[in-house]
């Protein structure tokens, strides 16, 4: 088998218990593999009812410049970027005039989930579209750490965990590396997706990687298969 591996790139392959390959791969070289694979190669686990798949290090859907990014569900729901500062490395930096907005993508029984890294100290994830105004949800680092206004979450999960964090967003977003944060059984009273809008409260550091927004509410066991997709990649 050439470096090229089974996958057709080039990836550096895991060392062969067999090395006339006619052996099964250990449980390890198993892991290698998948994770290098989801790491090259391949789309999301979990497309039932998709909305939008924007990812920033997807060149399909993020090219490098411009202000469109391109929604890989096959939907046609192309966000538009303010002020994009991309890094090769496959994000988004996130500043206060850095802004992501689509409208027509949110409602009631939305599942919403963020790839992203940040250790800002307050910020807004969407507020009403992209006008602003009192609709937001939203982390804050004082009273109610994770604030829902015309919006309900029926619970937020970090990574893989089934933890229910809705109710302390702030304490558990703050992070030096990236993670998956998933709002599920969210009933937004406003349809337009519009990240980091409302003045004064826009994260002022950190990476986005990627979102996704579905028209149903996932498993924790799908949440789990999304977040072995992006650490895989190497991102969380």
Same mark, same amino acid.
């Given at each position: 088998m ?20 006619s ?7 198993n ?47 192309h ?6 500062s ?39 994830? #969407?507020? &009403?579209?992209? =006008?602003? @105004?009192?609709? +937001?949800?939203?982390? !804050? ?6 604030? $829902? ?6 619970a ?29 059984n969210? #009933?937004? &009273?406003?349809? =337009?997706? @519009?990240?980091? +809008?409302?003045s004064? !409260? ?6 986005? $990687? ?18 072995t997709y ?7």
């Amino acid at each position: 088998m050439s470096d090229r591996g089974i996958y057709g790139f080039k990836a550096g392959r895991p060392s062969m218990t067999d090395q006339q390959n006619s052996g099964n791969f250990t449980n390890d070289e198993n892991i290698h593999l998948i994770t290098t694979n989801a790491k090259h190669t391949g789309g999301i686990p979990v497309t039932d009812n998709l909305t939008a798949e924007w990812d920033a290090g997807k060149a399909p859907s993020y090219g490098g410049s411009g202000t469109t990014w391109t929604d890989l569900s096959g939907n046609g729901n192309h966000a538009t970027l303010t002020n994009p500062s991309w890094n090769s490395g496959g994000y988004f930096v996130l500043s206060t005039n850095f802004r992501v907005s689509k409208t027509g993508v949110l409602g009631s029984n939305r599942t919403v989930i963020y790839v992203m890294q940040t250790t800002d100290t307050q910020a807004l994830f #969407d507020s &009403n579209g992209n =006008g602003g @105004g009192s609709d +937001y949800l939203a982390a !804050y680092r004082s009273g109610n750490k994770g604030y $829902y206004s015309n919006v309900t979450a029926g619970a937020v999960y970090k990574n893989n965990s089934t933890s229910n964090i809705n109710s302390n967003l702030y304490d558990n977003i703050r992070t030096s590396g990236a993670i998956m944060i998933s709002f599920v059984n969210a #009933d937004f &009273n406003w349809s =337009g997706f @519009g990240f980091n +809008y409302y003045s004064s !409260y826009q994260f002022d550091s950190g990476k986005l $990687y990627a979102v996704l927004i579905y028209n149903r509410n996932l498993s924790t066991s799908e949440i789990g298969q999304l977040y072995t997709y992006y650490n895989g990649r190497g991102i969380v």
